[in-house]
Nanobody, 125 residues
């Protein structure tokens, strides 16, 4: 089993930056894609960014060019660098992972079976 713990959320003004971290523990060698997802109040959970290797990344159109996903395999840590934040980025952000043999579009929340508890990001105008 793999456990995921996010950190790094907080409150920031529009135009600011935050970096989210997600530490994975347990049977991490079984993990394939990892990703960041977010859910705003009253909205469905949506994919933000996902990564398999540094050359295999996916971004939602709304964050492309502003957010960067990366991973440090030595530290079993996934990152999301978020720049030029806007109030529309306000949401609970979740780290997720799936097995190496799992399929499905990498930004589809339904394609992931392992989730962290979430970290809140609030961007004020």
């Amino acid at each position: 089993q793999v456990q995921l713990v996010e950190s790094g959320g907080g409150s920031v003004q529009a135009g600011g930056s935050l970096r989210l971290s997600c530490v994975a523990s347990g049977y991490t060698s079984s993990v394939g894609y990892m990703g960041w997802f977010r859910q705003a109040p009253g909205k469905e959970r949506e994919g933000v960014a996902s990564i398999y290797t540094s050359s295999s990344t996916f971004y939602a159109g709304s964050v492309k060019g502003r957010f960067t996903i990366s991973q440090d395999n030595a530290k079993n840590t996934l990152y999301l660098q978020m720049n030029t934040l806007t109030p529309e980025d306000t949401a609970m952000y979740y780290c997720a992972a799936r097995g190496g043999n799992s399929g499905g579009y990498p930004l589809n929340p339904s394609a992931y079976n392992l989730w962290g508890q979430g970290t809140q990001v609030t961007v004020s105008a």
